[in-house]
Structure formats: C-alpha cells, structure tokens
C-alpha cells in the first residue's frame, strides 16, 4: 500500500514535471521515502524533513534527497523553507498538517500543487488547530487535494511494473523498522504516532 500511494500520489495528484521543486514532509516514513525518489526519478530537486538527525541521514545519504532538515530544531518553519527552496516549492507532498502546511502555504509557488496524503499532527489535538494562510491557496492558484490509495486501484499493475524495474535496476530502495515479537505491538504503534520509527513500521510475531 505505501508504494502505490505514494506513486499515485507523486504522478497522479502532483503532476511532476523535470526541474520542479518539491518538499517532502515527514520523508523518512514509509511513504514520504519512496516520494522523493520518485521525485528525483523525474528530475526534480528534492527536500525533505524529519524529526532526528539520524533520519535526516538517511534521506540524504541512503535515499537521495538534494537536502533535508529536523523541523524539531528549527526556531522558524518559514525560515526554514526559504531557506531550502530560495525560488519557491512546486509540489508539497502532505503528511503532517498544522504549522508545517501553514508554513509550507507560505512558499508555495504560483500554480504549485499540494497532495495531502495524511495529517499526523492533527490526530490526537487536545485542542483545536488553525491554518492561518489559506489565503495562499487562491493568491497563488494552488491546487489542494486529498486522495486515498482504495481510489486508485485501476493503476497497481502499472505501478508495479514501473517499481519492479526500479528495483532490479538499483534505483530505488527502502528501509523498514522492524519490531521483533507480538509483544512489541502496542509500543510501535504507539511509536508511529510520536516519530520513533524509521521506514515502514513492522512487527514480526516470528521468524519463519
């Protein structure tokens, strides 16, 4: 399921071209890592952020990302962003919500495309959250739009035909952090929703 949702998500919703630039939001995650390969696949330059240094590495060293950084040591998400894409952001691949999509909204480009794929950070609010520029959307023409893999079906035999290649030809790969045992259940789900897990989050009940 990550890999067509993010191939239909990235191809799909995004309508990549060469040479765009895109931001990936918790890119370490077993959808946001496969996004920006994909991304870069198609020639476009590729940011991604995730909240440890060590997952930071990972983006850049093991899956190719042009850069990365830690929202969790950033002061000024907006800074940041600029800081990453000086020209603007063509594509956003959504996975968090929150202040991330209020800063993101921010430097978006003209026409710039948005899939929201999940919204981590606004599961379990105790309180109320609020985007504050959504004005961005009609200012800049941005196309906003939420998908679910269920709806795209139709495209798993392209999809697997295209990541089949990829793989044989070694120019994509994937990483999963793998609990070992039924016991460790309830503490990686938990994990998934604070940012513990590297990859797609597995529990292995036994070896074969």
């Known amino acids: 399921m990550p890999g067509l949702t993010a191939y239909v998500g990235f191809n799909e919703i995004c309508s990549p071209k060469k040479g765009e630039t895109v931001y990936v939001s918790a890119a370490s995650g077993a959808v946001g890592q496969l996004v920006g390969q994909f991304a870069k696949l198609m020639g476009c330059y590729v940011v991604g952020s995730a909240g440890s240094q060590e997952k930071i590495d990972l983006l850049k060293n093991k899956f190719g990302f042009d850069d990365a950084f830690n929202y969790k040591e950033e002061q000024d998400l907006n800074a940041a962003l600029k800081r990453c894409f000086p020209d603007g952001i063509d594509i956003y691949f959504e996975n968090v919500g929150g202040a991330m999509l209020d800063a993101v909204l921010l430097n978006m480009r003209n026409h710039g495309r948005i899939a929201v794929c999940g919204l981590i950070s606004q599961y379990n609010l105790t309180e109320k959250d609020s985007i504050h520029n ?24 392209l999809f697997l035909e295209v990541i089949i290649q990829y793989i044989r030809e070694g120019k994509v790969v994937y990483v999963e952090d793998i609990a070992q045992g039924i016991e460790k259940a309830p503490s990686a789900l938990i994990g998934l929703f604070s940012g513990r897990n590297v990859g797609k989050q597995v529990v292995q009940v036994a070896h074969e």
């Open 134 to 157: 959504l004005f961005c959307i009609v200012s800049k023409r941005i196309r906003m739009q939420g998908f679910i893999e269920p709806d795209h079906k139709h495209l798993y035999p």
